[in-house]
């Protein structure tokens, strides 16, 4: 969300100067408490909680379809930041923020169609977002800078396009036609930019019909000489180094859920906007580590904005980042990734898998709780965090091999540990139809 603010904002600065069970470590049997606080219902998992039915569990990830190339047919390859979607019948929609345009694939993964391309015109983009359907399954598309949304069918047909007279992000379209999105909202002053972030349901017109959640950040701005510039930047960048970042989905019944982790908690709204519920979670916070900070240096480097900035002047930037001591209380991907990543995703059956770390190359451990937010699990899974979400019985991801993007279709299936053995869980049938 904001990331993508903070990102540009480097670049324009940049221009003046060139699944294996993670198990816990102590076993205990603490109890899950269900208590109320006023009209909201707040479910208490602690640190370790006692797993439904007394089994440990774990999900699985196998991959059965991968789309993309490192070389080959146009059509197949995809820029360094890409974002996704797929429809009721397994259709894949890749929105590739370097061409600027959406290509749709097959559920078997063969190319179909390409719609838009950059530009101001009706069927053209200057920035994109996740693609997304609505009621009558029309694909709709954000254009941030251009502060619009454009509607298309699923054979690429242009339909219409809506004005944002603000800058709308992450933008949800429920059922009754109502949108919950993120709103920021920029404040420059002499010595400092104030960014408020606020999620929000929207009715007519983007009228605001209820406030979810508001965030305020700000970026001192010290000076105009070349070493206050240097720290512009690293004051930019240390609002995402391992930061809380705010989170946002909508579920199929048009429940809302939102995240800010410096503390470890999800909140759950109505349909019309109301706090119901609240899951949050007694745990250990997480040390950024050495290699953790060496990795998000690595990523930040390979941007664009930083791409052509001098060594030396890299390096003074990176002396100016002050890395907390601990990792939020979940997170998605930890660097920088597409800006697309959501630190939690919804099963379709209303179970929630939520990320707690992330280490590049290594591992993703997830927090899973069920519908009603009762703890499941907290697993080690072979897949990627980025741009993770669940349809049609499947987990969806985005992969980087070799610098190079790939979409992911994975099959999923739910273990349970009987003795020294992993064996699938009888619920596979009722969770995986």
């Known amino acids: 969300m904001y990331k993508k603010f903070i990102i540009s904002i480097l670049g324009a600065f940049c221009a003046f100067s060139i699944f294996i069970f993670f198990p816990f470590a102590d076993y205990a049997q603490d109890k899950i408490t269900i208590q109320k606080e006023g009209d909201v ?8 909680p006692i797993p439904e039915n007394g089994l440990k569990k774990r999900l699985v990830f196998e991959e059965d379809l991968s789309i993309g190339v490192a070389e080959g047919e146009e059509n197949y390859m995809f820029g360094e930041a890409i974002c996704f979607n797929t429809d009721n019948k397994g259709n894949f929609y890749v929105s590739d923020l370097e061409t600027l345009r959406i290509q749709k694939y097959s559920s078997q993964g063969k190319y179909l169609l390409t719609i838009g391309r950059k530009g101001q015109g009706p069927r053209e983009f200057q920035s994109l977002s996740v693609p997304r359907f609505d009621t ?49 909202e920029q404040i420059p002053s002499e010595n400092a930019l104030t960014i408020f972030s606020t999620f929000e349901l929207l009715g007519e017109e983007f009228s605001t019909l209820a406030e979810l959640q508001k ?37 199929r019944n048009d429940f809302i859920y939102v995240g800010h982790p410096d503390e470890y908690e999800i909140k759950i709204f109505s349909p019309e906007g109301k706090l119901l519920k609240k899951i949050i979670r007694d745990y250990e916070p997480v040390p950024v580590s050495q290699k953790d900070m060496k990795d998000f240096e690595e990523e930040l ?52 898998a939520l990320i707690v770390d992330y280490v590049k190359g290594e591992y993703t451990i997830f927090d899973l709780f069920n519908h009603e937010g009762r703890y499941i699990a907290n697993f080690e899974a072979a897949i990627p965090p980025e741009g993770l979400f669940f349809n049609n019985g499947k987990a969806y991801a985005i992969s980087t091999e070799e610098g190079y993007k790939f979409v ?11 003795g020294n053995n992993w064996v699938d869980s009888p619920l596979n049938k009722q969770i995986f139809k």
Not at 233 to 241: D, F, G, K, R, S
Not at 408 to 418: F, G
């Open 215 to 251: 965030i305020k950040r700000e970026i001192a701005l010290p000076g105009k000489d070349l070493s206050s510039r240097f720290q512009i930047m690293a004051n930019m960048i240390n609002l995402m180094v391992f930061k809380p970042q705010d989170f946002l989905t909508l579920a």
């Open 301 to 352: 480097s390979l941007e664009e904005t930083f791409r052509n900035v001098p060594e030396d002047y890299r390096k003074k930037i990176f002396q100016l980042i002050k890395y907390p001591k601990y990792k939020p209380a979940y997170q998605s991907h930890t660097l920088i990734g597409s800006g697309f990543n959501q630190s939690f995703a919804l099963m379709e059956n209303g179970w929630l």
């Open 408 to 418: 992911k279709r994975y099959r999923i299936k739910l273990q349970e540990l009987k």
């Open 41 to 48: 219902e707040v479910i208490s998992n602690p640190k370790r």
């Open 136 to 184: 009558d399954g029309n694909l709709y598309i954000c254009d941030v800078t251009s502060r619009r949304i454009s509607f298309f069918s699923k054979d690429g047909k242009f339909l219409k396009q809506i004005e944002m007279p603000g800058l709308h992000e992450n933008i949800y379209m429920n059922s009754k036609g109502l949108m919950v999105a993120n709103q920021e």
